[in-house]
């Protein structure tokens, strides 16, 4: 004999496929043909479930299956018992599974879909929020300058302290498998050998025979008296290496390079030439002073510099020039406004 | 099968350190040479043991400094990204470093260390007298004990002919300083083997050679293989790059014995093509730096490792199925 939850189990499959119109026309229906009264209280409360669920899904089907549900029905009902069990058989969709009904068991499934549903909510957020902000995107090349836009985040610098300990790393029991990263390695031996290797290294002796250029020189450059001309590479004139002048020469550079203290030659060099600069400015400025007289010495003293600066901008390099231009700048400044206006 | 990383170190006889000091146990069988088809390998029959010796401090081998120059003869294998990340890895591993930028046109080993800001003296500098080779030096941050000094700026222009003296006076000089002489000299080499190469290489006494997996890498590591040999640098190793271990399972990609087999060098290490890279190029921390640590960080790692002890790999990992983890939550990726 079938119970309630069977039947239960066969509406809930025309809920899932059929009108809602079709259902409620066949409940009482079927009900009757099994023997089963409507006073039943397990009855009663999943007639209720059924109506709400109804409510819900029925919109979806289209009117013409329920019009045809019912047509089925009127037949069934016209033909014997066995008849009608035939025919509800035939229209209803094979049963899937069964879900035999337990008390409480609705608060049950209930709490394990909201659970699944907030795990799986949670899940999806945490993935979209890793998403959206890995570690080592452009706003990394932002916060470094590299583009020029504005400030779109500051990554957390990430250290990896302790060399030696490392979790991720995991080797079998036989030494012969290694786990890294959540998967596992089987290792397999390197076959090359000490004589392969020295195959492979005559064969290379052979194929690329190579001496290693000492010297660069320019395409028209002439080779200097005492090289090797075999030690000589060429390159081309727009080359790193051939645009520059050696202005420096090689002895000083490996001083240079070697120095370990003290100021570096060539801020040595510029500070010493501006010392002796100005110790002769100031020289000349002592024998002026003894031979014009006080009264007049500012004027002299703006002549003559007006003076050395046109004959510098004449004769030093620019560099020596932008110097001088930049004393001149300074005794300048120094010199009131109203001299200025004089000269 | 598929080989992808390795993490078996044995240590080389050349080295100055005893192998029983460096391996307790013999953990290798050395195999017999066979020849090695793709479709065919099956390393089964092999007593291969893996001894990962991350609980000590590897002992270092060699005449310190000891100078490396990292070269590969085609561009963009990762020369400057294995500098790098080898390069901070021996630092963390206790090691003083200073690497070298020997790349004159196109530097970029600042850009991947996050020190561009930083970097207001070159070696160029040094040469012309302006500043002292300490001041060109610049120091990181994270760990003291690597250095950075760039060849030039980028319109700077580097003195006709000084180029391999240049680096050969400054190793000595290295070696003289106050501080001590450092432990290891990186030099990242162009690409190429133009000048810029020659330069790079002249001070070196080994090399690092970075291939990728591919025909056209293959050809220029091997031509540069044999430059380096003919100027006397017979230390050579190779670190096999961006393999990607689903390309080499559908047979798509050279398997690393497979590379090996080609250019018969010794291994010091495995990268696996990692995504990370661009990112950590992105922040200016190497990889190795990452936490928790990636699959190509911890490979770098281990290049470095073996690097210290002038160990070769003889053993790669080859890649089998992920773990299971099974369960409810691994459903939802839990």
């Not at chain 1, 033909?79 to 069964?98: A, C, E, K, N």
């Not at chain 2, 460096?22 to 029959?45: D, G, W």
């Not at chain 2, 450092?182 to 090399?207: K, M, R, Y």
């Not at chain 2, 990636?294 to 089998?320: C, H, I, N, P, Y």
Request: hydrophobic fraction near 35%; proline fraction near 7%.
């Amino acid at each position: 004999m079938l119970s309630p939850p069977s039947i239960w189990t066969l509406d809930c499959h025309l809920v899932s496929c059929q009108g809602p119109g079709a259902l409620l026309g066949r409940l009482p229906d079927v009900r009757v043909n099994f023997g089963l009264r409507r006073s039943d209280n397990c009855g009663e409360r999943l007639r209720r479930n059924f109506l709400l669920k109804l409510r819900a899904s029925g919109d979806a089907v289209p009117s013409s299956g329920t019009d045809s549900l019912e047509h089925n029905a009127i037949e069934v009902e016209k033909g014997d018992p066995f008849g009608r069990f035939r025919g509800v058989i035939s229209s209803l969709p094979p049963v899937v599974f069964v879900i035999k009904r337990n008390p409480g068991a609705n608060f049950v499934i209930g709490f394990c879909i909201a659970t699944s549903i907030f795990f799986i909510i949670g899940r999806l957020y945490s993935a979209r929020k890793a998403v959206h902000d890995p570690p080592g995107s452009v706003a990394d090349l932002v916060r470094r300058g590299q583009l020029r836009s504005d400030r779109r985040g500051i990554s957390k610098p990430l250290k990896y302290e302790d060399p030696f300990n490392n979790p991720l790393v995991k080797v079998g029991k036989k030494n012969s498998t290694v786990e890294m990263c959540g998967k596992v390695y089987r290792m397999a031996p390197v076959t090359l050998t000490k004589e392969e290797q020295a195959v492979h290294r005559r064969r290379r002796s052979w194929a690329y025979q190579w001496k290693r250029p000492t010297m660069f020189l320019k395409e028209s450059d002439t080779i200097p008296p005492d090289v090797d001309p075999d030690a000589v590479r060429w390159i081309p004139a727009n080359h790193p290496f051939a645009t520059t002048a050696t202005d420096i020469a090689e002895d000083l550079a490996q001083t240079n390079v070697y120095q370990k203290h003290g100021v570096p030659f060539r801020i040595q060099a510029e500070h010493e030439a501006l010392q002796r600069k100005l110790e002769a400015l100031q020289r000349e400025e002592k024998l002026d002073k003894l031979v014009i007289d006080r009264g007049n010495a500012n004027d002299f003293e703006r002549s003559l510099m007006f003076q050395e600066k046109s004959s510098d901008t004449e004769h030093s390099p620019p560099h020596e020039s932008s110097k001088s231009d930049h004393s001149m700048k300074s005794s300048e400044t120094d010199s009131s406004p109203e001299e200025t206006q004089k000269s | 099968m598929l080989p992808s990383l390795q993490l078996l170190s044995v240590s080389n006889p050349s080295s100055i350190i005893p192998s029983t000091t460096l391996n307790p146990k013999p953990i290798l069988r050395t195999p017999k040479p066979h020849r090695f088809s793709k479709s065919s390998f099956r390393p089964a029959a092999a007593p291969v043991q893996s001894v990962l010796q991350w609980n000590r401090q590897p002992q270092l081998a060699g005449d310190t400094p000891r100078v490396v120059v990292i070269t590969s003869g085609k561009g963009g294998v990762g020369k400057t990204t294995t500098t790098a990340n080898v390069g901070l890895s021996l630092a963390r591993l206790g090691f003083s470093v200073v690497a070298i930028d020997a790349d004159v046109g196109l530097r970029n080993l600042d850009l991947l260390l996050g020190l561009e800001n930083r970097v207001n003296y070159t070696l160029v500098e040094v040469l012309n007298g302006d500043c002292r080779l300490d001041q060109a030096l610049v120091r990181d941050k994270r760990w003291s004990n690597f250095e950075l000094l760039c060849i030039s700026k980028p319109r700077s222009k580097l003195p006709i002919g000084f180029g391999g003296k240049a680096l050969v006076w400054l190793v000595d000089s290295l070696k003289t300083r106050e501080e001590g002489c450092p432990n290891f000299i990186l030099i990242d080499c162009p690409a190429g083997i133009d000048a810029g190469f020659i330069t790079a290489i002249t001070p070196a006494n080994e090399a690092v050679l970075v291939t990728t997996p591919d025909i056209t890498s293959l050809r220029d590591a091997d031509r540069v293989t044999g430059l380096l040999e003919c100027d006397g640098i017979k230390d050579i190793k190779m670190i096999v790059n961006r393999v990607r271990t689903d390309m080499i399972k559908g047979e798509d990609m050279m398997s690393v014995l497979d590379v090996q087999e080609m250019l018969g060098l010794a291994l010091l290490g495995v990268i696996p093509e990692d995504s990370e890279v661009i990112r950590s190029t992105n922040r200016g921390y190497p990889l190795v730096l990452n936490k928790p640590p990636t699959l190509g960080g911890l490979a770098f790692e281990q290049a470095a490792w073996r690097l210290v002890e002038q160990d070769s790999m003889k053993a790669v990992m080859v890649e089998e199925e992920p773990k299971k983890r099974g369960g409810f939550f691994s459903f939802f990726g839990g």
